[in-house]
C-alpha cells in the first residue's frame, strides 16, 4: 500500500477542512441557520435528492426553514444526530479539495441512517468553504425518523 505524505501545509488545510465540516454537521443538528450557512462559499451549492440549492442565502433561508425531517406522530421528543467518519481528502493545488466523508446518524430509534458527502471545499484567505456538497444516503432504518 502506498501513501503520499501530506506537506506541512497539507496537513494544517487537512485539518482546517475537517474543522468545517464538523461546524456544518453541528451546525446543521441544531438547525443553526446562520452558522451552517456561513460553512458554505458565497457561491456555494448544496445539490439534493430533487432541489438544488444555489448560493449561500439560498442556504440559508432552506435551513431556516422547518426541518426536512418530520417530528414523529406520537409527539414524543426527538432529535437527530450526524456522526462524521472517515474522510479522504484531496487537493487538486493550493485551492481547492475535494473530500468525501462517511456519515452515521441516530435518532431516538437508534442508528438512524448512514451516507457520505461528496464535498469540493474552497480556500478564500485562510478559510476552507464548502463550494458545493452532495449527500447521498446508503441505507435507511425501517424505524428512522425519515420514514415517519
Not at 38 to 67: K, Y
Not at 103 to 124: I, P, Q
Not at 136 to 146: D, E, G, I, Q, Y
Request: a neutral charge.
Amino acid at each position: 500500500m502506498s501513501s503520499v505524505a501530506l506537506t506541512p501545509e497539507q496537513a494544517r488545510w487537512s485539518e482546517s477542512i475537517r474543522q468545517r465540516l464538523a461546524a456544518c454537521t453541528q451546525a446543521g443538528d441544531a438547525r443553526k441557520a446562520r452558522a451552517y450557512a456561513d460553512c458554505f462559499a458565497e457561491d456555494g451549492v448544496l445539490e439534493l435528492d430533487g432541489e438544488t440549492l444555489a448560493g449561500r442565502a439560498a442556504i440559508f433561508t432552506w435551513m431556516s426553514a422547518p426541518s426536512v425531517i418530520p417530528q414523529p406522530a406520537s409527539g414524543a421528543p426527538s432529535f437527530i444526530s450526524h456522526h462524521l467518519t472517515t474522510s479522504h481528502i484531496a487537493f487538486a493545488d493550493e485551492h481547492t479539495a475535494a473530500v468525501r466523508t462517511y456519515w452515521l446518524v441516530t435518532s431516538a430509534a437508534g442508528l438512524d441512517h448512514n451516507g457520505f458527502y461528496v464535498d469540493r471545499l474552497r480556500r478564500e484567505g485562510e478559510d476552507w468553504l464548502i463550494a458545493h456538497r452532495r449527500p447521498k444516503t446508503l441505507w435507511v432504518a425501517p424505524a428512522s425518523m425519515l420514514r415517519t
